[in-house]
């Protein structure tokens, strides 16, 4: 890559290319909204009223809002765990098993420990532990990849089938809860090692981890060296590493650094939401988060934003089960859609020469 | 039947349908274009052939339903990192979410559906053989097929002219366009193919194999097949050896369990995922660095926009 060298090419202002990519996302995100609509037609349901169900069910009450704020959290950190991987070019996959074993993690303090620690404590160790958890597991990719050249993207795909293996082996045998009837589960959090929910609504404390997480990963991408030695060997890691930077040392700790991000999801999501492990648990939460990255082209507040736009359209999703009757998942087709928008027409990404 | 022998049987039929979506991956990455939207290929395959099979009664025109299928996804994916340029790891797992998405919204009226699976048919002669028999000529017709498709694709990508363009392709575009070809052509064509393969990967699991449609019921099966693609360096014949060796580590865990082992279901179950990994840290490497050069640059560095 030479473009080092070559001068800005004079083009049109930058305001206009910046109108162009804005007006150009639209496009897509309301073509993406039209071919979903054919779906549903094709499935035999009326689109107009499907869409008017899911803009009302997501914006007019107050408990939707709260909805999209608690399924945002483990969003959020689960797309800045992609986030922080791609500045230095990696395709972090592992979202979805990072999250399950940052609820593990966050579990196993509780099942170990369990009351031998004052209030307090014990949350914060969960954290930790929760993060702890998702750093290995993307840690094991990362390890791959910088030892034995093995692209990340498909070592942490399969581990995420492992992470959930790993989470039914516990709640199915050691870890069950033995006075839980119907489906299999750790026992419930008890009050104290529960994330405390915001004033009188539904949102636990996990939703500030997640807008903390965020200033944090803007911080640092942005105003350490840290973040700028990433983006370098994002941008050429041949140069990055005739330029004397670490580059296996930097892969390896974004990697980490992702994977704690997931962790801490799955961590919220087990002391502030669900209060156990369940068959499902965050379920599909991991690939969301990925397309929220990849939306945002992995900038951290836009990430985040991305990630509550892709929160209320799953809960809008919920409506199309209720409403529609079609499956819960159908949902992900739109999401595919706007994503593809965004890639094949969204705002373009800089010329490459070569 | 002993452990042994129930494993390997169940490998090769389980193994069938990773060996279709191996081969496939194996012609697009020659061309030098990763598919991980190829999971995505073998549910759209397997419900395609599902209800093809359903609505006609007849397995064959299902697995043609799941051919086009799988054809019709990996279109999709061609389109978008060939012509729109996008990323093709991310643009894979992408293509990969709307396969999931628009079989749940098609799949649910499937789901008790009665269909007419493919039946086992046992090779005169080569079936009685003992072990080999009944390991590898005990199988439904699919399966057969992917027995002579592992030399075709072979042949046809390191002895015929078409390979040569496939291949160099995925190599050096520009060479091929010095000589007046069209390597975008070219890449599409693989793309496709390899998609088709992989519906048909997924048409063996839904109807020659499980016999049912649920939803997600490919479970990993395609990216386990770009695994062994990788280690087995995009060479077919050991994209066959690996596809069968990951398709006994599936059929372990039911055959254990009808014979009442207590080790735990799910400990089981992780065991494919597992292999697949000690298996890519142990050859990875030499399969990373064999690889066409257009890969590489897809491989070693994704650009994070």
Known sequence: MTSATVPEPSGPPRTLIVARGIGRTIVAVLGAIVIFGVFMKLKGADPISAYRDMWDSTFTSGDSLEQILVKATPLILAALAVTVPARAGLVNVGGEGQLVVGGIGAAAVVMWFGNSMPTGVVLVLMALFGAAAGALWAGIAALLRLGVHINEAVTTLLLNYVAVDLMLYLIYDPWKDLNGSGQPATPPLTSREQLPLIGNTTVSMGFLVAIAATALVWFTLTRTSWGFRLSVVGGNPEAARQAGLRVGVLLLSSMLVGGALAGLGGFTQLAGVEHKLRPGFLLTYGYIGFLASWLARHHPVRVALAATLLAAIAVGGDSLQLDSALPAASVNVLMALVLLGVFGWGARKKAVAA | ?305
């Not at chain 2, 390997?8 to 979506?21: D, F, K, N, P, T």
């Not at chain 2, 090779?123 to 072990?131: A, F, M, R």
């Not at chain 2, 000529?137 to 363009?165: E, M, N």
């Open chain 2, 1 to 305: 039947m002993n452990l042994g022998l129930e494993v390997m049987a169940g490998g090769v039929r389980g193994g069938a349908s990773i060996l279709y979506a191996g081969l496939g991956e194996t012609v697009s990455e020659r061309a030098g274009v990763v598919n991980l939207g190829i999971e995505g290929s073998m549910l759209c395959g397997a419900l395609g052939a599902y209800a093809a099979n359903a609505a006609s009664g007849n397995p064959w025109i299902g697995a043609l339903g799941g051919a086009a299928a799988g054809g019709a996804l990996a279109l999709i994916h061609a389109y978008f990192v060939l012509d729109r340029k996008s990323n093709q790891l991310a643009t894979g797992l992408v293509v990969l979410f709307l396969a999931l998405g628009v079989t749940s919204l098609f799949g649910a009226a499937y789901v008790d559906e009665i269909i007419t699976p493919f039946e086992i048919w046992k090779v005169p002669l080569l079936s009685s053989i003992p072990w080999v028999g009944e390991i590898f000529f005990q199988a439904d017709p699919l399966t057969y097929i992917v027995y002579f498709l592992v030399p075709i694709t072979w042949w046809l990508l390191f002895r015929s002219r078409w390979g040569l363009l496939v291949r160099g392709a995925g190599e050096r575009t520009e060479v091929l366009r010095t000589y007046g070809h069209r390597p975008q052509l070219v890449q599409y064509i693989a793309v496709v193919i390899g998609g088709v393969l992989a519906g048909i990967g997924g048409a063996q699991l839904s109807t020659a194999y499980a016999n049912a449609w649920f939803e997600n019921m490919v479970q990993g099966r395609g990216f386990i097949a770009v695994a062994v693609v990788i280690f087995a360096a995009r060479q077919p014949f050991k994209v066959a050896a690996g596809s069968f060796l990951f398709g006994c580590a599936l059929a372990l865990s039911p055959a254990l369990q009808a014979r009442g082992v207590t080790i735990n279901q799910f400990a089981l179950n992780a065991i494919p995922y597992v292999a697949t990994i000690v298996v890519l840290l142990l050859l990875g490497k030499r399969g990373a660095s064999e690889a066409p050069e257009g890969l590489k640059k897809v491989f070693e560095m994704s650009p994070s926009s």
